[in-house]
């Protein structure tokens, strides 16, 4: 904004807006971020799960 230029009253609200989506949109890139870390994480399980079957009754990890 220059100095002494009076503001448009829609074009502040325009501005104000695109800041709030703007924050709206990185707030779920972080959610986005956290589910796919947290995906990973379950995709390395099952991939050591698929590795090795559990015997319940043996209580022990078979090949």
């Not at 989506?21 to 779920?28: A, C, K, L, Q």
């Not at 050591?48 to 209580?59: D, E, F, G, P, R």
């Amino acid at each position: 904004m220059l100095l002494g230029r009076k503001t448009d009253p829609a074009q502040d609200e325009c501005l104000k807006k695109l800041e709030d989506i703007s924050e709206s949109t990185n707030t779920i890139e972080r959610k986005i971020m956290k589910i796919e870390q947290e995906l990973e994480g379950i995709e390395k399980v099952l991939s050591l799960c698929s590795k090795y079957t559990y015997n319940v009754q043996a209580s022990t990890c078979v090949s």
